[in-house]
């Protein structure tokens, strides 16, 4: 089978979607069921019908869009990922994968491939946790990985709940039917921007993702006594802020000797009660996200600050309140599909290297309903989340070519 894929269109796509922004060119802002989303959502829909494919969309508005297979109650192969973007974002998070993913479905179309297996493009409402906290609401949805019941309670910051905003948006039905049945997709593959230097550094086109590393998520909540920054000698002294700094250092510590390089800790919200210069902090609410491609290894991370909890809030007398906001488990993509990535990038001739996703994306959550894999292409300086966040036409092409190839095999 030979086919070429369309660089020159691709590209238009990208661009012409970007200006569906909030924010000013370069930069892209795209949050879930604003208007320029629902515009966006629009124009996407109306690319996917003008190649024929058929499009339906569920009550959380995931779009899926189905070159019917000629079998077609055989399970479909799924690729795809999101359009939404975080306030000053670039054009390619997520949108290489979804009008990537369109562009080989219509690459094969013009080849004559006739799928056995349906080939479906899925596009991820709400990969972006902006507008409700949580990240990956449509994958998560369509995996159970969060019930119908907890995404009803979810309200974002004007506090509008999301059941209003989904409805007023048009999408009516049950949270309860987003659930995909059993058997449902054979294989999904997303193709990805990298958002780091990796393959850009080793000069590789393609990275093939093997394992996808999740975050634990925790609240740390320290209690100390306030006072006179003047009054209060340091041997009376409850310092929250002091436990807290011994606490960042502690978790910071627990990965570092982890002994594998992808177990990392982050603390990266420090909020500081009563925050004044002449007042002893007697309160401070740390979040920290720790992520590992291993469960058990992040699991240890998790028992060391535990521990570094007891003994900190025993030696300085402040308590030290720990909630575990989210704990996804990571995944390991699919055997089948790696090695379909890899027979493309042979064939084509193209080299590529396997890795580990640092960052968590929807197909963690596919990978719970249905085998599942990642491919990434590279991306300027790693940058991503910016507005200069940059793939080459060539490296989005070569992604494009390898993605047709594998969806094809996948649905042969
Ligand atoms: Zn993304």
Redo the contacts with the bound molecule.
Sequence with gaps: MNFNVAGDRLVNEIEELALMSDAEAPAVTRVVFTPTDLKAREWLIARCEKAGLAVRQDAIGNIFARWTGFQPSAPAVGTG??IDAIPNAGKY??VV?VLGGLEAIRSLQASGFRPKHSIELLVFTS??PTRFGIGCLGSRLLSRTITAASARKLVDKEGVSLEEVRRDAGFKGQLEDVPLPDGYYKAFVEL??E?GPLLERQKVPLGIVTQIAAPATLRLSIEGAGGHAGGVLMPDRKDALCAAAELILAIENAARTSGAADTVATVGICEVFPGAVNSIPSRVQLSADIRDTVLGRRDAVMYAIEAACQSIAAKRQVSIRKELLNADAPAHCAPAIIEALSRACLKHQLLYVPMVSR?Y??SLFMSRVTPAAMLFIPCRNGY?HRPDEYASPEDIARGVLVLADTLATLAS
Excluded: L, M, W, Y
Aim: net charge negative; no cysteine; aromatic share 0%.
């Design positions: 990922s999101h998070d997520g994968g990969e972006e990805h921007i958002q960052a994306h929807d991503s």
